[in-house]
């Protein structure tokens, strides 16, 4: 089992930036591929950014160029930065892990979630 706990989401004014993390434990952090998704009100679920354990990072569109994942390995931890924030990234976000790159990455279904935090970004 791996027990994601999310935490840094707030309101924000557009233009602005906060910082996620997803706190891991449980298995061994450093084999899982991690990804933050999100899920605006009325809308499905969306991928937003992953990271591979060795590093290799991998983004929606929307969020290119704005937004960066890491991790660290030592304190199984990764993270969520999001720069230049707009209304509509306005989303609860979410944490996932998976040993599969496909799982998380492409299908969207890691195996572990956390319970989300929310972001709300003003215009």
């Known amino acids: 089992q791996v027990q994601l706990v999310e935490s840094g989401g707030g309101l924000v004014e557009a233009g602005g930036s906060l910082r996620l993390s997803c706190a891991a434990s449980g298995r061994t952090f450093s084999s899982y591929y991690m990804g933050w998704f999100r899920q605006a009100a009325g809308k499905e679920r969306e991928f937003v950014a992953a990271?591979?354990?060795?590093?290799?990072?991998y983004y929606a569109d929307s969020v290119k160029g704005r937004f960066t994942i890491s991790r660290d390995n030592a304190n199984d931890t990764v993270y969520l930065q999001m720069n230049s924030l707009k209304p509509e990234d306005t989303a609860v976000y979410y944490c996932?892990?998976?040993?599969?790159?496909?799982?998380?990455?492409?299908?969207?279904?890691?195996?572990?979630w956390g319970q989300g935090t929310q972001v709300t970004v003003s215009s």
């Open positions: 990271i591979s354990w060795g590093g290799g990072t």
């Open positions: 996932g892990a998976d040993r599969n790159y496909r799982s998380l990455v492409v299908v969207g279904a890691p195996g572990y």
